[in-house]
């Protein structure tokens, strides 16, 4: 059995792990080395193409990139068996008889049996060196430990370098042959201090270079973190718009089949009344020839025979009337059938859809309490139409146009908006804006609006999460409040527009405005951004923001009193006319409101009157 000094000299070492080899495979350089290190390798290769060798540098393809079908070193691993299955001997014991060694000392180089080992530890000079199993050197778990001696001189010490051979050699080597050979020679300590050296420099290059990554990849997880919430939160959006789209819609379902609902009704009332109508026409034609049915009982004479006389020529009177015409109820079939539904859902817009053909009635016509006085109208929470006058007070009408309450006599207003919770916001001429409860209580809030000989009075308007906004004509901006009062908590400009009347969108966060010249409606973004805008020549223009998020506009006529009003979708696309030319009393001073409520029905104020429009 070989020792372990023979071993090394006999290159079943691989270069890289220092043990026996294991899987020994040759190169086409034709060094050897095992296949587990060579994968290690192969994985740091820049080309997955070729392997390089760690010893002279040169490339060997790798087939089909499997570092296992490289060829084995056949001689090479036969001999490196034959190590590991032969029983190792005692190298120290000089009987005949060798026992078998269970360990190996280092220093010594010795393989040694358990006495040996023993004797070995008991001895003081050698007491420090490193004895392992033979087991652990033979499983590769222990490496080798490079030769101290020399094999030429084995009384001498490795203690040189030559640096051209890459190997330790004795002084008498070096002198004798690498020196005369022009070999660079230094000692092997120093060598050996370098060595280690650069190997801890690299040690702390590759535990740097480590943390580097290793904090690259924590910024890697935390920009993945911070992506996920951010994808979190879309979705979350998504869905939440999903829900309010979806509420919309359902809200405008419910609307136009009450809608539906009204006109059933209508146009049953209409027929019930002509079949009563038919039924007491009947019941009176049977009344009456049952009493002149009465004159066969007896013969008649002197006042039974006028009483006859009269009653037979009413019956006749009676009988000579027109005939029923079937045209009338048709005629209620017909305005039925000219009723249709317009679906008009597009991929970017949401509305359900109108119902055409719709007869136009006016509902009510109110003359308001003082004439010129109107200023503003908005639609309360619950229903209420509010109107404000410039000389002072509120006028509350319900949904059929009756008057129900005057409040705030002594407030000149100028613009009213409503809160979700039914309390308002009230701006007076002086530009000063107050909170009222729902019973018109005054509050105590107070907002740092601008003056309307600064600003200019503009429109005034509230969003779905109550924030007020409140136009200045004269400034061409918006300030934003919230309903907590105070400062303005943001400003918008309105690009050269001055945001006379002013509509906020309930989802999308949008606004529409009425130029000071009252013949522009333009769409901002809440930054300021235009992105839309209408106009028609020689009309005034007034928008209002329906409860789906389209918009119409009153198309005024004034010098003719006139007025169309057209639906657009939110981005100012026209989508249908709901009427077209209705006459209106007109007023002196050219000033309109224009509102819709979630039932369809159309309230239009003109400084004297209210109008109701039902399209049924």
């Given amino acids: 059995m070989a020792t372990f000094h023979q071993i090394s000299s006999q290159n079943l070492e691989c270069p890289i792990c220092l043990t026996l080899f294991n ?28 392997i390089t060798c760690p010893v002279c540098r040169k490339g060997t393809p790798v087939p089909s990139g499997d570092v296992s079908k490289l060829q084995t070193n056949v001689p090479l691993n036969s001999l490196v068996d ?218 008649l004479e002197k006042d039974a025979l006028f009483a006859h006389d009269t009653l037979c020529e009413n019956l006749k009177s009676f009988l000579a009337r027109d005939d029923p015409d079937d045209q009338s109820p048709r005629s209620v079939t017909e305005r039925a059938k000219k009723i249709s539904f317009r679906n008009y859902v597009k991929v970017d817009e949401l509305c359900l859809g109108e119902l055409e053909g719709l007869p136009l009635t006016v509902k009510a016509n109110v003359e308001l309490p003082r004439k010129d006085s109107m200023i503003c109208m908005t639609r309360a929470p619950d229903g209420m139409m509010v109107v404000g006058s410039r000389f002072g007070g509120i006028h509350l009408y319900s949904s059929d146009g009756e008057l129900q309450q005057t409040v705030l006599k002594d407030v000149n207003i100028r613009r009213i908006g409503c809160l979700a919770d039914c309390r308002s916001v009230v701006c007076d001429t002086n530009n000063q804006m107050s909170l009222y409860t729902p019973q018109w209580e005054k509050l105590d809030v107070m907002f740092e609006t601008m003056s309307d000989g600064v600003g200019g009075s503009g429109g005034l308007t509230v969003d779905k999460v109550d924030n007020i906004y409140v136009g200045y004509w004269k400034l061409r901006k918006i300030q934003v409040f919230n309903q907590q009062g105070g400062e303005a908590i943001k400003e918008i400009m309105c690009g050269g527009y001055s945001p006379w009347q002013l509509y906020s969108f309930h989802t999308f966060g949008k606004l529409i405005l009425q130029d000071v010249n009252i013949s522009n409606v333009v769409c ?86 209210l109008y109701y429009l039902d399209a049924i």
């Fill in 82 to 299: 034959e190590v590991k299955t032969k029983n190792p001997i005692c190298t120290v014991c000089e009987m005949d008889e060798k026992p078998p060694a269970v360990s190996y000392c280092q220093d010594c180089a010795k393989n040694m049996c358990k006495s040996c080992e023993r004797a070995h530890s008991a001895w003081k000079p050698v007491s420090n060196h490193e004895v392992v199993p033979i087991s652990e050197v033979l499983s590769g778990k222990v490496p080798l430990r490079r030769r101290l001696k020399c094999k030429k001189h084995p009384s001498a010490d490795e203690d040189c370098f030559c640096i051209h051979c890459r190997e330790n050699i004795c002084s008498t080597c070096g002198m004798l042959e690498h020196m005369q050979a022009g070999h660079q020679l230094e000692r092997a300590a120093v060598h050996e201090e370098n060595v280690m050296k650069n190997i801890k420099e690299l040690q702390e290059l590759a535990k740097s270079k480590k943390t580097t990554i290793e904090n690259h990849i924590d910024c890697i997880e935390t920009q993945r973190n911070e992506i996920t919430t951010m994808m979190r939160k879309l979705n979350d959006d998504i869905d939440k718009t999903y829900e309010e789209y979806m509420q919309l819609l359902s809200d405008r379902r419910e609307a136009l089949k009450w809608q539906v609902q009204r006109l059933s009704e209508k146009f049953e009332k209409e027929l019930q009344t002509m079949k009563e109508e038919s039924r007491q026409t009947v019941s009176h034609m049977n009344a009456m020839e049952e009493l002149v049915t009465n004159g066969m009982k007896v013969p």
């Fill in 23 to 50: 899987q020994p495979k040759l190169l086409t350089c034709s060094h050897t080395f095992c296949k587990g290190c060579l994968e290690r390798v192969y994985q740091t290769q820049p080309s997955q193409q070729t």
């Fill in 524 to 609: 901002f973004d809440r930054k300021g951004k235009k992105e839309n805008d209408l106009k028609k020549e020689g009309m005034y223009a007034y928008p209002a923001v329906c409860r789906d998020d389209s918009v119409i506009v009153a198309w005024v006529k004034h010098e003719e009193g006139l007025v169309s009003i057209d639906r657009y979708t939110r981005d100012l696309e026209h989508v249908h006319n709901i009427v077209t030319n209705f006459k209106i009393q007109k007023p002196e001073r050219v000033w309109y409101y224009l509102q819709e409520f979630e039932s369809g029905e159309i309230a239009f104020c003109t400084p004297d009157r």
